[in-house]
């Protein structure tokens, strides 16, 4: 599925693996968005499973993986205009996903966004029962995000953010 070749892995720490069942490989995003009005992040609080994430999900065998980002966003957020900005780096996490009661390796890809407006459409609440969405201000992230395959993501996203943000003040 994916060339492992200096992709980091993390083993949840939150949610490990079950011994007695099968692992189940996919694919996946992990989209970080950015509200440029607000400097907030928009994140995930799986309050039943105690995960603090960003967006996060499955990509489709030869799904796009900006268009399955933006089909996720809009699934359990409702946001629908948002301008993809990069690519922010890949790792693999070993976690049992108690909501699907499964083990799961996620090849994962960091996608960063920015929120183009508040536009939103309707949530299906089969989507958002496993959790709520939260603003969450651009410095408090790296403590909000609890998982360590997602503070990777974060760490890999601030990388790709703070060369800009240093131009902007020269």
């Known amino acids: 599925m994916t060339n492992n070749i200096d992709i980091p892995y993390f083993e949840d720490e939150k949610s490990k693996m079950?011994?007695?069942?099968?692992?189940?490989e996919r694919n996946n995003i992990n989209a970080v968005?950015?509200?440029?009005?607000?400097?907030?992040?928009?994140?995930?609080d799986w309050e039943k499973f105690d995960w603090h994430t960003f967006i996060i999900g499955g990509v489709d065998e030869g799904e796009d993986i900006i268009l399955a980002a933006k089909r996720e966003i809009e699934e359990e957020t409702g946001y629908k205009n948002l301008k993809f900005i990069s690519e922010v780096g890949k790792c693999r996490s070993g976690y049992f996903a108690v909501h699907k009661n499964e083990n799961r390796i996620a090849n994962t890809t960091g996608l960063?966004?920015?929120l183009m407006d508040e536009e939103k459409t309707e949530t299906k609440e089969s989507e958002t029962a496993n959790?709520?969405?939260?603003?969450?201000?651009?410095?408090d992230v790296m403590?909000?995000?609890?998982?360590n395959s997602q503070k990777y993501i974060w760490e890999k996203t601030l990388s790709y953010l703070l060369p800009d943000l240093e131009s902007n003040q020269n």
């Open 18 to 24: 079950n011994p007695d069942l099968p692992i189940i």
């Open 112 to 114: 960063l966004f920015e």
């Open 131 to 139: 959790h709520v969405f939260k603003w969450i201000p651009k410095d």
């Open 143 to 147: 403590e909000y995000i609890n998982l």
């Open 33 to 44: 968005i950015i509200n440029p009005k607000t400097n907030q992040v928009l994140c995930l």
